[in-house]
């Protein structure tokens, strides 16, 4: 299936999709037309618009499964409503046969609290208390839907670059864990499966086919969308099954920073990136004179850009997208490469906008093709690494440090902070000379 994106019909975004051919003689429309519910006036750029339509196909794929499956998608949806209506009420859900099976104290204390609750009953009410059918079982195959389902308000914040980026390894590890021990029902998943895929890891760092770091982050993203479901739904999952995975042994590695005399004679040598393409190349020359985070230049939208105020300068916001931290947000001066590529770019650089890690690949290919990364662990990234080097060179106060990097300053913050005119001091004195032609 080609990649989602939102239709406009009226004056609102929607999803459009054709039935599948295999459920098409159970879901008689020929195409399901559901509106996000926003308009195309308020979300010109289909940013909000993209992400509720993600959230959508994920329902409409859940019903089509429970299709398939030959189940009725009418009594998933009421049993998710009816555990939510359940938790408001301060009661434990049971389906119907649970609590028939269950201590007959809990089956008269439920009729007499739905004798009470009459006056207000409607469907979701009577299936929280009394139960309603049992809800198929969430398999390893539904984990990071089940996920993002429960994680929907933080991932609102996301933009559809940032989604995808948080969700593949996700899918990865599922798909690995799946694997090793198939795929389970999430209540069945046990203590034997989770050492069984530790041992899987342990068997590729020993051969040289993976790194332990990543066998790692494979533990914690399983462990946390385990976690966030049953929280959330309360279905069985056993947490401590998955507990204490971690292989001993990591090495955290840092990026190896630019010498800054290779940056300007290199680099930044007139006609050194001939053959990128402007915005690719002027991307460049604004991280090696200001540090900037690669995806923060460029997210950068017109009214982030100041170029004739008294101090030029960007603003680093969240905005149609979230920060790497909270301290991530900032003013940033521009001097030097900065400020010269900037003025040719006063509307940002809308050829990469949310597209930071496809750049990243071309920037670095570029960098290989032309010999200017002398390590394996040179990369464009490393061009921040040398902003931070340059500036501690020159021996400016911590806090300065951190608001440039934006990076978290330890001690409590009074006041307003240095301004922009003492930002600009500092910057001014390591400035890279820009390359004639920019």
Same mark, same amino acid.
């Given at each position: 299936?080609?990649?989602l994106?939102?239709?406009?019909?009226?004056?609102?975004?929607?999803?459009?999709?054709?039935?599948?051919?295999?459920?098409?003689?159970?879901?008689?429309?020929?195409?399901?037309?559901?509106t996000?519910?926003? $308009?195309?006036?308020?979300?010109?750029?289909?940013?909000?618009?993209?992400?509720?339509?993600?959230?959508? @196909?994920?329902?409409?794929e859940?019903?089509?499964?429970?299709?398939?499956?030959?189940r009725?998608?009418?009594?998933?949806?009421?049993v998710?409503?009816?555990?939510?209506?359940?938790?408001l009420?301060?009661?434990?859900?049971?389906?119907?046969?649970?609590?028939?099976?269950?201590p007959f +104290?809990?089956?008269?204390?439920r009729?007499?609290?739905?004798?009470?609750?009459?006056? %207000?009953?409607?469907e979701?009410?009577?299936a929280?208390?009394?139960?309603?059918?049992d809800?198929?079982?969430?398999?390893?195959?539904?984990?990071v839907?089940?996920?993002?389902?429960e994680?929907?308000?933080?991932?609102?914040?996301?933009? =559809?670059?940032?989604?995808?980026?948080? $969700?593949?390894?996700?899918?990865?590890?599922v *798909? @690995?864990?799946? !694997?090793?021990? !198939?795929?389970?029902?999430?209540?069945?998943?046990?203590?034997?499966?989770?050492?069984?895929?530790?041992d899987?890891?342990?068997?590729?760092?020993?051969v040289?086919? &993976?790194?332990?770091?990543?066998? @790692?982050?494979d533990?914690?993203?399983?462990?946390?969308?385990?976690?966030?479901?049953e929280?959330?739904?309360?279905i #069985?999952?056993?947490l401590?099954a998955?507990a204490?995975?971690r292989?001993? #042994?990591e090495?955290?590695?840092?990026? /190896?920073?630019? +010498? =800054?005399?290779?940056?300007?004679?290199?680099?930044?040598?007139?006609?050194?990136?001939?053959?990128?393409?402007?915005?690719?190349?002027?991307?460049?020359?604004?991280?090696?004179?200001?540090?900037?985070?690669?995806?923060e230049?460029? @997210?950068?939208l017109?009214? %982030?850009? %100041?170029?004739d105020?008294?101090? =030029?300068?960007?603003?680093?916001? &969240?905005?149609?997208r979230k920060?790497?931290?909270r301290h991530? &947000?900032r003013?940033?001066?521009?001097?030097?490469?900065?400020?010269?590529?900037? $003025?040719?770019?006063?509307?940002?650089?809308? $050829?990469y906008?949310?597209k &930071?890690?496809?750049?990243? *690949?071309?920037?670095?290919?570029?960098?290989?093709?032309? +010999?200017?990364?002398? /390590?394996?662990?040179?990369?464009?990234?490393?061009?921040?690494?040398?902003?931070?080097?340059?500036? /501690? *060179?020159?021996?400016?106060?911590?806090?300065?440090i951190?608001?440039?990097m934006?990076?978290?300053?330890?001690?409590?913050?009074?006041? *307003?902070?240095?301004?922009? +005119?003492?930002?600009?001091?500092?910057? #001014?004195?390591?400035?890279?000379?820009?390359?004639?032609?920019?």
């Open positions: 299936m080609s990649k994106t939102p239709q406009r019909k009226g004056s609102f975004w929607y999803l459009i999709r054709r039935v599948p051919a295999d459920v098409r003689l159970l879901d008689k429309r020929p195409f399901v037309k559901l996000t519910g926003i $308009r195309i006036a308020d979300d010109p750029r289909a940013i909000r618009a993209t992400q509720a339509v993600q959230l959508l @196909n994920a329902r409409l859940e019903d089509w499964r429970d299709l398939r499956e030959g009725d998608p009418k009594d998933r949806r009421l998710e409503e009816a555990k939510y209506t359940a938790k009420i301060g009661l434990p859900y049971k389906s119907a046969a649970q609590i028939a099976s269950g +104290e809990d089956l008269v204390s009729l007499g609290l739905l004798e009470k609750m009459h006056p %207000h009953m409607d979701a009410l009577a929280a208390i009394m139960g309603g059918p809800g198929p079982p969430i398999r390893l195959t539904d984990l839907d089940a996920f993002e389902k994680q929907a308000p933080a991932l609102k914040a996301l933009s =559809p670059d940032q989604r995808r980026k948080a $969700r593949n390894p996700k899918k990865r590890a *798909a @690995n864990l799946i !694997g090793v021990v !198939g795929d389970k029902a999430l209540p069945d998943l046990s203590r034997d499966d989770a050492l069984s895929f530790r899987w890891w342990r068997n590729r760092v020993l040289g086919t &993976a790194e332990i770091g990543t066998a @790692n982050k533990f914690g993203h399983i462990s946390k969308m385990l976690r966030t479901v929280d959330a739904r309360r #069985g999952i056993s401590e998955f204490k995975l292989l001993e #042994g090495e955290t590695g840092q990026r /190896t920073a630019y +010498e =800054p005399d290779f940056v300007q004679k290199v680099i930044l040598k007139d006609g050194a990136l001939d053959g990128l393409n402007h915005e690719a190349r002027r991307v460049v020359y604004v991280v090696a004179d200001t540090g900037l985070r690669l995806s230049v460029v @997210n950068l017109p009214h %982030h850009i %100041h170029l105020a008294e101090v =030029p300068h960007v603003e680093i916001v &969240a905005e149609g920060l790497k931290t991530s &947000a003013k940033m001066p521009l001097v030097g490469c900065a400020l010269a590529a900037m $003025r040719l770019q006063p509307d940002g650089f809308p $050829r906008r949310d &930071a890690a496809s750049l990243s *690949a071309l920037v670095n290919k570029a960098l290989d093709a032309r +010999e200017m990364r002398p /390590t394996p662990g040179h990369s464009l990234y490393s061009l921040r690494h040398t902003f931070e080097d340059r500036l /501690t *060179a020159i021996d400016p106060p911590d806090k300065i951190a608001m440039l934006g990076h978290k300053f330890q001690r409590p913050r009074y006041g *307003a902070g240095p301004s922009l +005119e003492q930002l600009k001091g500092w910057l #001014g004195r390591i400035a890279f000379t820009p390359p004639a032609s920019v």
